[in-house]
């Protein structure tokens, strides 16, 4: 049996096409958070969670954090998948500050994170979702050019539209590593 497994939880399917695709790549299993038990944990030994960024908290996250301990001796990935461009130094740093606030001393360094960039398409938004860039956006539309960074930028530029950066190349460094 292939000991590896993806695991995601997506709001509106940008994580969860990253997540096929990296079943698909691996030839393992594929489970929606809701849908995996995790005393299944012990079951493999290649652990891929991934989950979507919302005000910087991964989606799901939890499922790692409360079941550390039978987690702490697997090969543990963690992809998020977000607006911002991860290739941009900054917000690379960005996320992985807010994920030190969720994750101990011991997860980040055991756990190998990759960032991976998703979409918004701003008609498919929850309620919630909708007000919350709403609100974003008149936050940052009152600060000055000069303090706003790539993430920001990029949120006005895109706000109210459709796009998509998923990219299945991405996660080649993912599946690398995994099969190392
Ligand atoms: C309310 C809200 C908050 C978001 N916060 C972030 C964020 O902090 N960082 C980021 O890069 N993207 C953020 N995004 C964009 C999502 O991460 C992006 O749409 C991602 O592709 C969602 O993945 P999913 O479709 O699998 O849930 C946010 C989107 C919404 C609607």
């Avoid at 709001?11 to 997540?19: F, I, P, R, S, V």
């Avoid at 550390?68 to 740093?93: E, H, M, Q, R, Y």
């Avoid at 956006?137 to 950066?165: C, H, P, V, W």
Wanted: hydrophobic share 40%; charged share 25%.
């Amino acid at each position: 049996m292939n000991k590896t497994v993806v695991i995601y939880e997506s709001k509106y399917g940008h994580t969860k096409h990253y997540a096929q695709w990296l079943s698909e790549a691996l030839d393992c299993r594929l489970f929606e958070r809701k849908n995996f038990r995790p005393q299944d944990f012990e079951k493999y030994e290649v652990i891929l969670y991934g989950g979507g960024l919302y005000a910087g908290g991964v989606s799901g996250i939890k499922l790692l954090t409360q079941n550390w301990s039978l987690l702490s001796d697997k090969k543990v990935i963690l992809f998020t998948c977000g607006l911002a461009d991860p290739a941009d130094p900054v917000n690379a740093a960005h996320i992985r500050k807010a994920l030190t606030k969720v994750l101990s001393a011991e997860m980040m360094k055991s756990i190998k994170l990759f960032h991976l960039r998703g979409g918004i398409d701003y008609s498919r938004l929850n309620l919630v979702h909708k007000t919350m860039m709403s609100m974003l956006r008149r936050m940052l539309l009152k600060k000055n050019d000069s303090e706003l960074n790539s993430e920001a930028r990029q949120i006005l530029a895109t706000y109210g539209q459709k796009i998509d950066f998923t990219d299945r190349a991405s996660l080649q460094p993912i599946i690398n590593y995994c099969r190392q």
